[in-house]
Structure formats: structure tokens, C-alpha cells
T-cell receptor, first 113, second 109 residues
Framework: NAGVTQTPKFRILKIGQSMTLQCTQDMNHNYMYWYRQDPGMGLKLIYYSVGAGITDKGEVPNGYNVSRSTTEDFPLRLELAAPSQTSVYFC????????????FGQGTRLTVV | GEDVEQSLFLSVREGDSSVINCTYTDSSSTYLYWYKQEPGAGLQLLTYIFSNMDMKQDQRLTVLLNKKDKHLSLRIADTQTGDSAIYFCAASGNTPLVFGKGTRLSVIA
């Protein structure tokens, strides 16, 4: 199993551009999450999903959109990139419920200039 | 909602024990986790403890839980330079995991 795979690993965007951060998992986990990590601020939840077709907002959803058309994939969309979205983005998944062990991808480092 | 707090920095000498502390607010948190993040990498689960336990030991790692005070600690025995990393405490009742800001552990040879 590859676990949780994120692409790309690095990306530089110009202000106003859009992009999709890809996340896929091969563990058949129902629950998937997007977090962002800013220096000294820990991880903040952007969006999460409890199964295909179901998504919900986390603590910092503004400026982002998600979809969950399959169990495996949970892409994160930035429509109009802003410097405040410069961050490291982590996708994670868990098997049994929201509060059980989360498995993380390696992260996408995004810089908006 | 849940709030998780931990100190930001800890420096220890190689061979000493490290103790990283964490407090949380939601008394209904069922599972409490410790994750490790090495530079440029994702988070890796180190260990966890159920809320009905007081202590859990796993090789060099000891987790202590004081449920009354909502205090969690991670002790690393015989700390090595390879233990240098950021350690995150995470907690959850019935919501996605809430993470602390992370404690950066520096091990001095």
C-alpha cells in the first residue's frame, strides 16, 4: 500500500491563479481530511469528508473547495490564490471514525507570490 | 470546541529523558495521540492512549494521562539525536483531530 499520496510536492502560484491539490489513498478509508500547517501554528483543519459524496467545513475553509466523488480521492481546490494561502497542506485519512488514528501524506508546499 | 496547548520548544542532552507536555479542553476526548514530524515530512503516529487509561509504555516512550486535569505527557527515555523533531499532541471527542502547535525537540550531542 502506498498510503496517502499528495501531488504536487511543491508549487508556486501567482496571486489570483487557481490550482487543485491532489490527494489519493489506497487504504479504503472512509474519512479524509485537509489540514494546513503554518510555522508555529500547528495544523488547522480546512475541510473533511466522512465518505464519498459528503464533505464538511473545518476551522479555516474560506478560499478553498473540496469534492469527494470516490472513496480514494479528495482534491482541494484553490480558486483565487492569495498570499495568505502560502502554507504546507497535508491530506490525511482514517478508517473507523473521525477521532481515530489519521494517516498523513507527505504534504504540498504552496507559495503564493 | 477542543483546544490543545503545548509548549513550543524543548532542548535536552543526548541520553537524558525528554518530557513533552500537553493540555486539552474537551473532557469527552476518547483518544489522545502523539505525532512526530521530521523536517520536510508529514506527520507520523508515535503512540496513542485511550481516555480510560492512565499510562501506556511503548519501548522508549511513556505516555501519562491525567484525565482530571486534562493533561497528557510524552516521555522519551535515553533521547537520541534522531529524536530531534516536532512533536504534536492531538485530541478528539467526536470530531476530526485537533492538534496543538507542536513542540520542537532539540537534542544536543
Amino acid at each position: 500500500n502506498a498510503g496517502v499520496t499528495q501531488t504536487p510536492k511543491f508549487r508556486i502560484l501567482k496571486i489570483g491563479q487557481s490550482m487543485t491539490l491532489q490527494c489519493t489513498q489506497d487504504m479504503n478509508h472512509n474519512y479524509m481530511y485537509w489540514y494546513r500547517q503554518d510555522p508555529g501554528m500547528g495544523l488547522k483543519l480546512i475541510y473533511y469528508s466522512v465518505g464519498a459524496g459528503i464533505t464538511d467545513k473545518g476551522e479555516v475553509p474560506n478560499g478553498y473547495n473540496v469534492s469527494r466523488s470516490t472513496t480514494e480521492d479528495f482534491p482541494l481546490r484553490l480558486e483565487l490564490a492569495a498570499p495568505s494561502q502560502t502554507s504546507v497542506y497535508f491530506c490525511a485519512s482514517s478508517l473507523q471514525s473521525l477521532n481515530t488514528e489519521a494517516f498523513f501524506g507527505q504534504g504540498t508546499r504552496l507559495t503564493v507570490v | 470546541g477542543e483546544d490543545v496547548e503545548q509548549s513550543l520548544f524543548l532542548s535536552v542532552r543526548e541520553g537524558d529523558s525528554s518530557v513533552i507536555n500537553c493540555t486539552y479542553t474537551d473532557s469527552s476526548s476518547t483518544y489522545l495521540y502523539w505525532y512526530k514530524q521530521e523536517p520536510g515530512a508529514g506527520l507520523q503516529l508515535l503512540t496513542y492512549i485511550f481516555s480510560n487509561m492512565d499510562m501506556k509504555q511503548d519501548q522508549r516512550l511513556t505516555v501519562l494521562l491525567n484525565k482530571k486535569d486534562k493533561h497528557l505527557s510524552l516521555r522519551i527515555a535515553d533521547t537520541q539525536t534522531g529524536d530531534s523533531a516536532i512533536y504534536f499532541c492531538a485530541a478528539s471527542g467526536n470530531t476530526p483531530l485537533v492538534f496543538g502547535k507542536g513542540t520542537r525537540l532539540s537534542v544536543i550531542a
